[in-house]
């Protein structure tokens, strides 16, 4: 075990001057946590909307005022007819149009009933649904006015008053940062030991290693423990920025982020050597490994969530390792879980763990 | 040079799928003997090396490198051997001490004592100058002879040195030999793969692969004598033009 | 033209020689179709629920019911206090909690000050909004059976017109996409992603690696137009994410029920450009760089904020200006904002005009940029 140290200095040495290592592990956690928390919102705003009023009634126009003021959506335009709104929702430049027919106001103070129109662009189904029914709770909200006005009344029913835990402001933010930590870890951490050994066989260097008596596992150890200690470093580096830059910090506590991180570290880390030692050049290995990283990052819950999918897919996900950290990473961030409410994340992590860095280890061959 | 047999190969074979790469050699290599494996391109010559070093598994037959057998005991060979490959394989990202204090540290040498060879080995070669010097930024010659400065840095009973001099103008290569029989002085045996047949003159004995089979083993005097040619150019040629494999 | 397919064949030679990442090249894109198309949904299903019910009264057992027997709410169960939930919440085993207000039922008829809680967990904002709409509609819907059936008709004074009250109703139409399919939007996006990939960092590694082990100036020495030389390397990737884009385009249209609303030849045309600027982009990083790793290196920081600013997750006009503006230069999202149009809405030409002339623009600058740097590296 005397030899690793001397490993050890080289690959650090290594890693330093190559430039660009140094500059990424700084740089990606700066731009992406700066970035994506910002922009990775699946909330439904500023949608816009084109209104066709053919009443032009005073109710109408209230109606159009009422639905431009309202906080998700913008009043791109009035029109003429469905015609012109068509031409805008395909040119995509508005996602709803709103018809309200000429005899809007008639038909409300004749029957008590009327109708209005919408029609929602909902190539992203989501948008169009919610988009949909903030709409009508805005045509209800204003019906609800009018009954007031007119002195009408309708017996009220039981208040239901939701209450959002955890994130009461029902804010993507604070949902995306953790789990963005997983993903610049898996990215880098998963990427660059791989890379990193192919490169030392595709040098030629990897011989001279493999003629003198080093274990194999000093050997691996010295390829993967640099790499823990940058996946550790962008663990807290990021843990900073997500806290300076958004304020987001964990409600549990922080050493089981740690904890968590260290034993996912380890498994992705091993997966990555695994891979490398099947390798016989960088593109093959970034390829495969990409190949890994892609799958395991779409089916980890990261960006769609687990309880959306398929009863069998959701089953076939406990093979992924990044699922258990991006869950265990947001419990922890929002909800504050405590290690035994996360057991049941943590075992599977560790299982992962031991087989992949046995894996690792045995099919790092000296010999051929 | 001594009687005692430290390199001794019995049929060794090794075969990729239908390609047999090296066909059943045996041969013995004496301690502090300077042992010359020639060949063409595509002889066997790296294969039958790589399997003497651990690297590689022979598909048939044995050997032993300095007592220890190179299929069951691959890691105490290591111990006692020095490689130089083909392909220039030091870290050019690290300067040329940090080369030394890596390969000494592998080999259990302390960072003082490596520190203190270091030096000796420099002002001996004339290089103390560049100590500090990136690897990647030295010409072809001078990394050729680190490269073979640190093959020996452990004192290993052996060194392999796999074609050595590829690419390296005469005079350095003359510089080199010098550095090689330095080595074979101190009692280091020497394995050496070439296919330059005026190096193969500085070797005590030659032994010339055609299509992974030995032809030939002897001195370079007798083998002359035995292929009535005037210079190993002639021996090599009436040998290699047998030969069926094209690179 | 004779040495230009030479150098061709070559290139494909490298290509075929490696059958792993072949087969990767070529089964990767379908992956990240199906993934989307059978797993990756957004739809909300399964809200696993716990109710608290201190008056356990007929109507809230009424209410329970209603949730516990809909396809989208499954029964944990009930809980006596509301710390008990907090605990279920942090293991992540509900997602919802239902608390009824003390002596419900009476309140709920005599003094009408009933109320109802809705615990969600709120981690996974658009999933827990939704949850708590559809647990809002459902208990309305239960409350207005209720009140009509426990009917004590109430007198209301009636208004202008004779009409007791006042509703307005509103029909909606969800165009192109009736069932709110999630992977409708997903789809054309990954495409979009995938040729990215291929085209960009596969064709710089590609490039650079020739530079690295010293073949490109053989090439170059070689009596052959650098031109063609950059063209040849070129011409697999190009045909890769042409197979690619036939590949997904079968396996979305008769496997996964997408079908291509607009003009076949529209799409090809824009996927094309698309495909041309994605390769100058991958011309212009090799011109950068000197090592495979480092084209890796810089493809992935470039992919990476362009996946997130294309708009294929995450809707742009969600996004603050400052992003908006940005993603204007991430080609992508041109792409992934045509292809939706003319491949969902089945728009026409002139509809996407915008879009293909900022790839062309883009593709053009990354032509003349690399050929800069490249011409620099020369002398």
Known sequence: MKALKYLLVKEYKQMFRNYLLPIIFVLLPVAMMNMVPRIATQEVKNLNMAVIDCDHSSLSSRLTHKLASSEYFNLYATCDNYEQAYDLLERGDIDFIITINDDFEKELYRTGDTRIHIDANAVNGMKGGLGCNYLTQIVMQYAQ???????????????????????????????????????????????????????????GTIEQINVTPIGRIEFILSKMIPYWSVGLFIVGFSMILAWKIHGIVPAGSIWLVFLFNIVYILTISSLALTVSNYS?????????????????????????????MPHWAQEATRINPVRYIATAMRDIYLKGSTFSQLISQFIPLCIYSIISSIWAIASYQKKE | MTDKIVIKAEGLTKQFGKFIATNHISFEVHEGEIFGFLGANGAGKTTAMRMLC????????????????????????????????????????????????????????????????????LTELGFESERKTMVRSLPLGWKQKLAFSLAIFHNPHIVFLDEPTGGVDPVTRRQFWELIYRAADRGITVFVTTHYMDEAEYCDRVSIMVDGKIEALDTPANLKRQFGGASMYDVFYALARTAKRVD | MKQFASFVRKEFIHILRDPRSLLILLVLPLIMVLLPG??????????????LDPSHDIYTRQIIDRLSVNDYFIFKGYVQTEAETTGLFRKGEIDLAVVFGPEFASRLLHTQDASIQLLADGSEPNQAGMRVAYAQQIIMAAQKEIQRKAATPQLIAPGKGGVTSMNINVESRMLFNPQQRSEMGFVPGIVGVIMLLICCMMTSVAIVRERETGTMEILLASPLPTIDIVLAKLTPYLCISFINLMTILCLTNFIMDIPMMGSFTTYLLTSMIYIFTSLMLGLLISTCVNTQLA?????????????????????????????????????????????????????ALQYVSLEILALIIEGVIFLLLSWKFFKTRLE
């Open chain 1, 145 to 203: 006015e009018l009954n007031a006005e007119a002195g009408l009344s309708t017996k009220r029913p039981a208040t239901i008053e939701p209450r959002y835990l955890y994130n009461s402001s029902l804010d993507y933010k604070p949902y995306m940062a953790p789990a963005l930590i997983s993903m610049m870890l898996t990215l880098l951490v998963g990427f660059l030991p791989a890379l990193n050994v192919v490169s030392e066989k595709e040098r």
């Open chain 1, 280 to 308: 016989e050049n960088m593109r093959q290995a970034a390829m495969v490994m990409f190949f890994f990283i892609i799958i395991f990052i779409l089916t980890s819950g990261l960006i769609s969530p687990l309880s959306a």
């Open chain 2, 54 to 121: 651990g690297l590689s598994h022979p598909s048939d037959g044995r050997a032993s490198v300095a007592g220890y057998d190179i299929a069951t005991q691959a890691e105490e060979v290591k111990r006692h051997i020095g490689y130089m490959s083909q392909k220039f394989s030091l870290y050019d990202d690290l300067t040329v001490e940090e080369n030394f204090t890596l390969f000494g540290g592998i080999y259990g040498i302390s960072r003082q004592k490596a520190k203190e060879k270091t030096t000796s080995l």
């Open chain 3, 38 to 51: 059978y797993v990756i949904k957004s739809e909300v299903k399964d809200i696993r629920v716990v109710f």
């Open chain 3, 295 to 347: 084209a890796m290196l810089i493809s992935l920081l470039l992919i990476v904020p362009g996946i997130y600013l294309s708009g294929m997750i995450f809707p742009i006009e969600s996004m603050p200006t400052a992003a908006q503006v940005i993603s204007n230069i991430v080609p992508t999202k041109w792409f992934i904002s045509a292809s939706r149009k003319i491949m969902i809405e089945g728009v």
